[in-house]
Nanobody, 126 residues
């Protein structure tokens, strides 16, 4: 059974940085697209970033472009989300999600993902 385990959340001041990790177990890491989503209080969950397994390309929501960077370490079965220049609006529970074989065109559609991590709380204070 595929499992995703996240780590790295926490409390940081505005302008600071955090790095999240998402480790996949139970299947071949290279077969999966890995995305990051977040959900702020009172808001819908939104896609933040995605790495596609077919070509290793990364995609980002407009709200985080230039500030967040997704990367993967295949040897560790882990995807990272480096978050810089954090703003209070980035406060949310962050989730990683995984699926196979889907087009990059729909990476923000949460219903396409088969597996989800438990979520990690990131709080950015002003």
């Amino acid at each position: 059974e595929v499992q995703l385990v996240e780590s790295g959340g926490g409390l940081v001041q505005a302008g600071g940085s955090l790095r999240l990790s998402c480790t996949l177990s139970g299947d071949a890491f290279d077969d999966y697209n890995i995305a990051w989503f977040r959900q702020a209080p009172g808001k819908e969950r939104e896609g933040v970033s995605c790495i596609t397994n077919s070509d290793g390309r990364t995609y980002y929501a407009d709200s985080v472009k230039g500030r967040f960077t997704a990367s993967s370490d295949n040897a560790k079965n882990t995807v990272y989300l480096q978050m810089n220049s954090l703003k209070p609006d980035d406060t949310a529970v962050y989730y990683c999600a995984a699926d196979q074989g889907q087009s990059y065109l729909t990476w923000t559609y949460e219903e396409r993902y088969d597996y989800w991590g438990q979520g990690t709380q990131d709080t950015v204070s002003s």
